[in-house]
């Protein structure tokens, strides 16, 4: 079985920063993708970043400059650092990461989501 586990979400003020984290735990040979994705209330589910080993980042336009997305390889963690936030980063924030359980078998997997919040 794997999981998703995420940690970091909580309450901050506006301008604040908050990092977030994620570690997949269980029995696979490899991750390749990691990304976080934010669902703001009333809206659908969109990619904040992404990171895969050997290619780079990709960041959603409103976090460029204020989040940096990175990852553990060792500890199979991915992390979010979110600086700047305002109000209109207030979402549940889900871990979501391409594993592969066994050789040439790849699978998505979500996290159980992490609130973030920022008041004004």
């Known amino acids: 079985q794997v999981q998703l586990v995420e940690s970091g979400g909580g309450l901050v003020q506006s301008g604040g920063s908050l990092r977030l984290s994620c570690a997949a735990c269980?029995?696979?040979?490899?991750?390749?993708?990691m990304a976080w994705y934010c669902q703001g209330p009333g809206k659908q589910r969109e990619l904040v970043a992404s990171?895969?080993?050997?290619?780079?980042?990709i960041y959603i336009d409103s976090g460029k400059g204020r989040f940096a997305i990175s990852r553990d390889n060792a500890k199979n963690t991915v992390f979010l650092q979110m600086n700047s936030l305002n109000p209109e980063d207030t979402a549940v924030y889900y871990c979501?990461?391409?594993?592969?359980?066994?050789?040439?078998?790849?699978?998505?997997?979500w996290g159980q989501g992490t609130q973030v919040t920022v008041s004004s």
């Open positions: 269980g029995r696979f040979f490899s991750i390749r993708t």
């Open positions: 990171i895969t080993s050997g290619t780079g980042e």
């Open positions: 979501n990461a391409e594993i592969g359980r066994t050789l040439g078998t790849w699978a998505e997997y």
